[in-house]
C-alpha cells in the first residue's frame, strides 16, 4: 500500500498546522510522532472509513499483527472521476470483499492502471486514469476528493492515537512517557568544574549546591531528569558522567578533589562543549573556573551548540588575588570576554565573585534551574570582574543611567542581579514609590550585597506594570531581571513547503539569509492564567543596537497555542537578535515574554540525516547537505565525532554559486565495543575561505540499538516476475530498444531502498508481504545488478537481465527464485527489542 507510512519515516517532520508540532523534540518524540502520524495517514489515505468501518484497525501499528485484507497489486481499486468530489469512485468489488486499499502519490512510482489516486491539487498521478482520489486530509474539495468524510477519518486517527499514547504509558509509566514525550516539567542539570589545583573552594560550593538541589527537590515536579558532571583542567578534560540518579550523581560528584598544577589558560570550552552535547535541550549548564579558555577556537562551535539545544549557560568566575596560580605570562584583563559573550548568547548569566563568597553566590544554581522567564538584561561593557571594579572604580566619574522594565500581571518571584562597577542603585515601583540599595529590607526589595553583587528580592505580590532601575555607574556593569510565571513559550524556525501536505517544515538550523522563513511561537499556559485569558499581538525582533522589525503575530486556524510570523528579508548574517512576544491580558494590561537566548542569521544551511539505524560493529552512513542561497562561496568541509571515531567525508572542498546545493556522504564505523544505548555526536563544520565569515555547524546525535533478537529464517528472495521488451541485433540500434522486468522481493526485515549499482535509485511498492521493483533500461545495457538495503541496514545484490530475443514482447515463465546473501531477519520478538529501544532513548532523551 504506497500511500502511507511503511517507507515514509525519512521525509516525516512535524508541520507547523498540525497538533503534533513541538519544540526541542527529542529522537523518542520523533519516533512516537511518526507512528502517531501513519496512524492519522491510514485513515485519511486508505479507504477504512468507506468500508463502513466506525471503530479504530486493532493491527495498526501493532508488532507482530500484520493488516489483512489488502487489495494485491493485480486487483483493480477505483473507476474514473473527473470532479474535485469523488464519492462513490471505489469499485463495488473493494467494498463486497471489504479490500483495503490506499492512493499513488505523484508520478514515481508510475500508478498501475485501475489503482486509485491520493487525489487533490497536488497529486500529478490523479491525471492518469482512473482519475481522481481518495484521500481524506482536509474538509476543502480541491486537496481531498473525499473531503465529505474527513471529520470521520479525523475522529478515527484521534481515537488510534490516544490507544497507541494509552497503551505505551502503560507499559512504561508516567515518569518515562513523560521524558519520552519532552513533557517533563525539568529537563537537566550540569555542572562543567575545573579541577585545578587553586578551584577547591568553587568545587566545594559546587557539591554544596548540587546536595542541596537533590534533597530539595526530590521526588518533585522539579527533580531534574538527568545530572551532569563534565571535569577539566590542562591538558585533560572529561570524562562525561551522565545519570538520572541523584545519588549515583552525587557519589561521584563527592569524589571530585582539586588537582595539583594547572597553569592558566584550561580546556573549559572543550568540557562545556562535551556538556552540551550530553545536556536534554533546555538544560541549564554551571561552569565553574578561575582562568581563561586554552581552546577560544571553539567558540563558534559552543555557541552554536547551546542556540541549538537552548540550553542556558551560566559562568561562576573566582578571582581572587589572594590565592595563587601558576601563569605563564601576564593575563590580559579582558581574558573573560568569550565567557561573557556565550553566557549573553545563550541567555545565561556570568558572576564574578571570590572564593570567600562563592557558596553564597553559588545559590543563584538553585533559583535559576527552576522554569523561569527572563524579564530584562543589560549589559555594558565586558569587564565587570571584582579585580576590574577595585582597579578602576574610584578613577571614574559617576554617571546616572535609567533602565525600565515591564512586570506583567502572570509574573511573580522576581529578582534582580546586579553586579559590576555600580556605586548605588534606586528601584522605582509602577505607583512611584522608591527603595535604595542601603535598605537592605524596605516596601519594594530585600537586597542583598554578596562581594561587589546585588540581588533584589521584590516582594510578593509584584505590582504589575512599569518599573524603573536608577544606577549610578563608574564603569561597567551587567543587569539580569528574572522571575517565574506559568506564561511562557517556545519557538523554532521554518520555511513554507508544497506537495501531499503543504505547510512550515521545521528547520534544524537557525535562518538563513535570504531563504524565506517563518517563526512558528509555541505558547504555554495560555489557559493557566488566574487573571483570565490572554491574548498576544505581535513579536520584536530586538538587535543589540534597536529594533530590528515587530511583527504581527496569526494565530493558528486549529490550535490556540500556536503562532506564526513571517521573518522580514532585510535581515543579514550580521544581524542577531533577540525575539520578544507582546500581549495583554484580560483587562488589557501589558504582557511581555522574551526568549532567553539569542537568535542568529547564517549564510548557508547545513543538514545531516540518515534512514538507517546504527548498531556496534556496523558501518554508518551519512548524509550531508550544504545550500547556498545567496553570492558566490567557497566552503571547506570538516567532521568530527564524539567520542572519536575515525570518519570520511566524500567532499573536503566545495564551492557554490547562487542558490546552488551539495550533498555527500560521511561513513563512520561504530566500534562492536560500543555500548547500545550509547550516543555518537556527529558535528559537520563549514569553514568559509571566500568570502571570509564565521563558519557554520550541523549536528546529529546518533543512538546505538542493540542487535535485534534473532532466530535464522531463509535468506530474503528475488525473483522476476515478469519481463518485456526485444533486444534484437544490431547493436547498433539499442539506443532505440528497450526492455523492462519486474523484480519481486521477499524480505522479512522491509526493504528501505533499491539501487541500481553505482546509479540510479529504483521506485518500488508493496505486494501483499513481498515488494516489487520495475527496471526498465535501453538494450545498450542487457543485464544489471540492483543493490537492496533493507530496514536494518543490511545490502545484497539481485540481478536482473534482458529477455532473449527470441521472444520478444512477451512475459517470461518465472525463473527459479534466487536467495540474496544476508545476515539473519528479525523475529516475533520484535516487541520486546522494540520497547528495550523505548528504554534506551528514556535513557538518551535529549538529543
Known amino acids: 500500500m504506497p500511500g502511507y507510512c511503511k517507507h515514509a519515516k525519512k521525509s516525516f517532520r512535524p508541520y507547523a498546522r498540525s497538533s503534533t508540532a ?44 500484520e493488516i489483512k485484507s489488502i487489495a494485491e497489486a493485480g486487483v483493480p481499486t477505483c473507476s474514473d472521476c473527473t470532479d474535485w468530489t469523488c464519492e462513490g469512485n471505489l469499485l463495488d ?115 554544596y549546591q548540587a546536595r542541596e538541589i537533590i534533597d530539595q527537590r526530590r521526588g518533585t ?41 594547572g597553569d592558566e589558560p584550561e580546556m573549559c570550552l572543550s568540557a562545556l562543549e562535551l556538556a552540551l552535547q550530553y545536556s536534554p535541550p533546555y538544560s541549564e549548564i554551571f ?72 557558596r553564597h553566590v553559588a545559590k543563584i544554581i538553585g533559583e535559576s534551574s527552576i522554569s523561569s522567564v527572563t524579564l530584562f538584561r543589560h549589559q555594558k561593557g565586558n569587564i565587570f570582574s571584582l579585580k576590574g571594579v577595585h582597579q578602576k572604580i574610584k578613577k571614574r566619574a559617576t554617571e546616572l543611567e535609567v533602565h525600565q522594565f515591564w512586570i506583567d500581571s502572570l509574573v511573580d518571584k522576581v529578582v534582580v542581579t546586579i553586579q559590576g562597577a555600580i556605586h548605588a542603585f534606586e528601584i522605582w515601583d509602577p505607583s512611584g514609590k522608591v527603595q535604595m540599595n542601603k535598605l537592605t ?107 530590528l522589525g515587530e511583527l504581527e503575530l496569526q494565530g493558528g486556524a486549529q490550535r490556540a497555542d500556536l503562532f506564526v510570523a513571517e521573518l522580514p528579508p532585510t535581515l543579514l548574517t550580521s544581524n542577531n537578535f533577540s525575539i520578544v512576544v507582546h500581549g495583554v491580558d484580560s483587562e488589557g494590561r501589558r504582557l511581555e515574554r522574551a526568549a532567553p537566548q539569542a537568535a542568529t542569521m547564517v549564510g548557508s544551511l547545513l543538514e545531516l540525516s540518515r534512514d538507517t539505524p546504527v548498531f556496534p560493529g556496523r558501518l554508518v552512513s551519512i548524509t550531508w547537505k550544504v545550500m547556498n542561497p545567496g553570492s558566490s ?102 539506443h532505440s530498444q528497450h526492455w523492462t522486468a519486474i523484480l519481486r522481493i521477499r524480505d522479512e526485515a522491509g526493504i528501505r531502498s533499491v539501487q541500481v549499482e553505482g546509479g540510479a535509485v529504483v521506485p518500488h511498492q508493496a505486494d501483499g508481504p513481498a515488494e516489487l521493483v520495475t527496471y526498465t533500461s535501453d538494450c545498450c545495457s542487457q543485464q544489471a545488478q540492483l543493490i537492496v538495503t533493507n530496514l536494518l541496514g543490511e545490502t545484497y545484490p539481485c540481478q536482473v537481465a534482458a529477455p532473449p530475443s527470441t521472444r520478444p514482447g512477451k512475459a517470461l515463465p518465472r525463473p527459479p527464485d534466487v536467495k540474496a546473501r544476508v545476515g539473519p531477519s528479525p523475529t516475533s520478538a520484535w516487541w520486546c527489542w522494540a520497547l528495550l529501544t523505548v528504554f534506551l532513548t528514556i535513557d538518551w532523551l535529549g538529543f
Open 441 to 547: 529590607t524596605g516596601p519594594l526589595a530585600k537586597i542583598e550585597s554578596i562581594g561587589g553583587i546585588y540581588r533584589a528580592f521584590l516582594s510578593s505580590p509584584v505590582h504589575a506594570g512599569k518599573w524603573t532601575l536608577k544606577l549610578y555607574s563608574r564603569g561597567h556593569y551587567s543587569v539580569y531581571i528574572q522571575g517565574q510565571s506559568t506564561l511562557d513559550f517556545l519557538y523554532y524556525f521554518a520555511v513554507p513547503v508544497d506537495g501531499r501536505h503543504p505547510g512550515l517544515f521545521m528547520m534544524d538550523s537557525h535562518p538563513v539569509e535570504g531563504l524565506p522563513t517563518y517563526l512558528v511561537v509555541m505558547v504555554m499556559g495560555l489557559n493557566q492564567s488566574e487573571s483570565g485569558s490572554v491574548h498576544l499581538q505581535a513579536v520584536n525582533l530586538e538587535g543589540r543596537t534597536g529594533s
Open 633 to 734: 562561496k567557497e566552503y571547506e568541509l570538516k567532521v568530527s565525532s564524539v567520542p572519536q571515531l575515525a570518519a570520511n567525508i566524500s567532499s573536503s572542498r566545495l564551492q557554490l554559486g547562487f542558490n546552488q546545493t551539495a550533498t555527500g556522504q560521511i561513513s563512520l564505523h561504530v566500534p562492536n565495543t560500543t555500548t547500545p544505548g550509547s550516543v555518537i555526536t556527529v558535528t559537520l563544520q563549514a569553514n568559509l575561505l571566500h568570502p571570509d565569515g564565521d563558519p557554520g555547524f550541523a549536528h546529529i546525535y546518533l543512538l546505538v540499538m542493540p542487535l535485534p533478537q534473532v532466530q535464522i529464517f531463509p535468506s530474503p528472495l528475488c525473483s522476476v516476475a515478469s519481463a518485456d521488451g526485444s533486444c534484437d541485433p544490431p547493436q547498433s540500434l539499442c
Open 22 to 65: 513541538s519544540l526541542g523534540t527529542s529522537w523518542g518524540s520523533y519516533s512516537i510522532l511518526y507512528r502517531c502520524q501513519c496512524e492519522n495517514d491510514f485513515y485519511s489515505h486508505s479507504n477504512w472509513v468507506e468500508l463502513g468501518n466506525q471503530q479504530i484497525n486493532p493491527d495498526l501499528v501493532q508488532p507482530g499483527h
Open 287 to 358: 561552569v565553574f573556573t578561575d582562568a581563561s579558555a586554552k581552546d577560544a577556537h571553539l567558540k563558534n562551535s559552543v555557541e552554536s551548540l547551546s542556540q541549538e539545544k537552548k540550553c542556558k549557560v551560566t559562568f561562576l568566575i573566582t578571582e581572587d588575588p589572594s590565592r595563587t596560580r601558576a601563569k605563564r605570562e601576564t593575563l590580559a584583563p579582558d581574558r573573560f570576554d568569550l565567557y561573557v559573550e556565550l553566557a549573553h548568547s545563550s541567555g545565561g548569566q556570568i558572576i564574578f565573585t571570590d572564593d570567600k563568597n562563592i
Open 221 to 261: 515536579p522539579q527533580e531534574p531528569d538527568f545530572y551532569i558532571l563534565v571535569p577539566f583542567h590542562d591538558p585533560e578534560f572529561g570524562p562525561v558522567h551522565k545519570t538520572s540518579d541523584p545519588e549515583e550523581f552525587w557519589k561521584i560528584f563527592d569524589r571530585i578533589i582539586p588537582l595539583s598544577g
Open 93 to 207: 468489488d473493494v467494498a463486497s470483499k471489504g479490500l483495503l486499499t490506499t492512493g499513488y502519490y505523484g508520478s514515481q512510482p508510475k500508478k498501475p492502471i485501475g489503482k486509485c489516486s491520493h487525489g487533490g491539487r497536488f497529486d500529478d498521478s490523479r491525471h492518469r486514469e482512473p482519475r481522481g482520489g481518495i484521500n481524506k486530509d482536509s474538509s476543502s474539495l480541491f486537496f481531498s476528493p473525499h473531503h465529505y468524510l474527513h471529520n470521520e477519518a479525523a475522529f478515527l486517527a484521534q481515537e488510534a492515537t490516544k490507544h497507541f499514547l494509552e497503551k505505551l504509558w502503560q507499559e512504561i509509566g508516567s515518569k518515562q512517557f513523560m521524558r519520552l514525550l519532552d513533557i517533563s516539567p525539568s529537563t537537566g542539570l550540569s555542572f562543567v568544574v575545573d579541577t585545578t589545583g587553586s578551584m577547591g573552594d568553587e568545587i566545594n560550593a559546587a557539591k
